[in-house]
T-cell receptor
């Protein structure tokens, strides 16, 4: 089973709202990732967690706050987003940082 | 210069044709090479994963890596309308903290 699940599938939020995106995998993978993907562009890396510790933050604005409660879960907390943050947010996981990444279906976010 | 170059297309072929996709890369440290398929409004799905130079075949899909020319290819034989998607090449190097470098993605349409 190479499944990464993400909830919600769609999210519409105002610029003053606080919301969270959730990602889950049960493959025993020890690395998890958040990506942002705009239309007709490849995914852009935001954060990497390795063994539940944040190992890479690609200079993402503080209105995005990642959290890794345990080895199977990854959250992305959203606060005071801007309309330009509207995008498909993808979670991925890999056995370890040097292994192939498997992506979830994404959460399509619209910020009004 | 981008680390991975990929012609975004679009590419349109008749059903049953061979689809040929390719990418070039600039960093000789790249060692792992992937092809992802992404349907509209969905997350990328791993198709093929190769390490170093050579060919790898999986059903109708063949991936080729030529490290001497820094060139990677994906061939789809007997293409089907269900193959219509965006195909992303990706690569990473241990020296780059395992961060994936994506090509721009090529949009393929297989006409019935």
């Amino acid at each position: 089973d190479t499944e990464v699940t993400q909830t919600p599938k769609h999210l519409v939020m105002g610029m003053t709202n606080k919301k969270s995106l959730k990602c889950e995998q049960h493959m025993g993978h020890r690395a998890m990732y958040w990506y942002k993907q705009k239309a007709k562009k490849p995914p852009e890396l935001m954060f990497v967690y390795s063994y539940e510790k944040l190992s890479i933050n690609e200079s993402v604005p503080s209105r995005f706050s990642p959290e890794c409660p345990n080895s199977s879960l990854l959250n992305l907390h959203l606060h005071a987003l801007q309309p330009e943050d509207s995008a498909l947010y993808l979670c991925a996981s890999s056995q370890d940082a040097e292994e192939t990444q498997y992506f979830g279906p994404g959460t399509r976010l619209l910020v009004l | 210069q981008k680390e991975v170059e990929q012609d975004p297309g679009p590419l349109s072929v008749p059903e049953g044709a061979i689809v040929s996709l390719n990418c070039t890369y600039s960093n000789s440290a790249f060692q792992y090479f992937m092809w992802y398929r992404q349907y509209s409004r969905k997350g990328p799905e791993l198709l093929m994963y190769t390490y170093s130079s050579g060919n790898k075949e999986d059903g109708r899909f063949t991936a080729q890596v030529d490290k001497s020319s820094k060139y990677i290819s994906l061939f789809i034989r007997d293409s089907q309308p269900s193959d219509s998607a965006t195909y992303l090449c990706a690569t990473f190097a241990i020296l780059n903290d395992y961060k994936l470098s994506f090509g721009a993605g090529t949009t393929v349409t297989v006409r019935a």
